[in-house]
C-alpha cells in the first residue's frame, strides 16, 4: 500500500488515530448513541470544509509537475461535488437541513483553522507540501472507514456515511494520493521531506479536532 516514506509518514501519526478512533463522536457513530445534533452539526461544517478542500485540491493540481497529478487532482476536486457533497445533500435531507442556509452558515473556529492551514498550504508551500497537507484527509478517512465498516451501525444514516468512507470507490482515491506521495518522495531534499511530515502531522491533528468539534458543536467564544 505504501513505500517506506509513506509507512514513516503514517507512523509518525500513529498516536493521533489511536486518539481518533477513541474519540466518542466515531465511537457514536457505531454504536448509534451520537446526538444527532452533532452529527448535523458535523454535516453542516463538513459541507463548509469541502468546499474549501476542493480549492486547495485544485490549487495543488496547478502546481503538479506532471499532466497525471494535474489530471488527478483536477478530477479529485470535482469529484467531491459528485461523491461526497451527494452523500451531505442526501444527510441534510434526512436532517431537515436546508442547504441554502447550510451553505450561509459560519465556519467554526477549527474549521476555518484547519482549511485555512490547507489552502496556505497548498498555494504558498511547494507541490510535496501541498500534497502532505492534503493527504491525511484522504488516508485517515479511509482508513477509520474500514475501520467502523467492520462494526457497523444500527443508525441507518451512520451506516451509510461509514458505508461511503469504507467504500472502494474512497479507497481508490486515497490510494492515488498515497502513491502520488510516494512518487515525489524520492526527489525531495531532506528539508522538504521535513516539511512534508510536519505537515502532515499537523493535518492529521486537524482531522481529531474537526470530530472533536463537531461532537461539542464549537462556537466562537466571543
Keep these: 500500500m505504501s513505500s517506506d516514506f509513506t509507512s514513516r509518514l503514517w507512523q509518525g501519526v500513529a498516536d ?9 463522536f466515531l465511537a457514536g457513530l457505531t454504536d448509534g448513541r451520537l446526538p444527532a445534533e452533532s452529527f448535523a452539526f ?23 509537475p506532471d499532466t497525471a497529478g494535474t489530471e488527478m487532482f483536477a478530477r479529485h476536486a470535482a469529484g467531491i461535488v459528485t461523491a461526497e457533497m451527494s452523500l451531505h445533500r442526501s444527510l441534510m435531507a434526512d436532517l431537515d437541513l436546508d442547504p ?75 490510494r492515488e494520493v498515497i502513491a502520488v506521495t510516494d512518487k515525489l518522495s524520492t526527489g525531495l531534499s531532506q528539508q522538504e521531506s521535513q516539511q512534508v511530515r510536519r505537515h502532515f502531522r499537523v493535518t492529521s491533528r486537524y482531522e481529531w479536532m474537526f470530530w472533536d468539534m463537531a461532537y461539542h458543536q464549537e462556537t466562537w467564544p466571543v
Excluded: M
Design 16 to 24: 493521533i488515530y489511536e486518539a481518533i478512533l477513541a474519540h466518542p
Design 42 to 64: 458535523y454535516v453542516v461544517q463538513d459541507v463548509l470544509f469541502l468546499r474549501r478542500y476542493s480549492q486547495a485540491l485544485s490549487l495543488v493540481a496547478s502546481r503538479a
Design 100 to 174: 441554502a442556509s447550510v451553505g450561509a452558515s459560519e465556519l467554526a473556529p477549527t474549521t476555518l483553522a484547519y482549511t485555512s492551514y490547507l489552502l496556505a498550504t497548498a498555494g504558498n508551500g511547494t507541490y510535496a507540501e501541498g500534497v502532505g497537507a492534503l493527504l491525511p484527509c484522504y488516508w485517515i478517512y479511509w482508513e477509520v472507514g474500514k475501520h467502523l465498516l467492520g462494526r457497523g451501525s444500527p443508525n441507518p444514516r451512520y451506516q451509510r456515511w461509514i458505508d461511503t468512507y469504507g467504500g472502494d470507490e474512497y479507497a481508490s482515491d486515497a
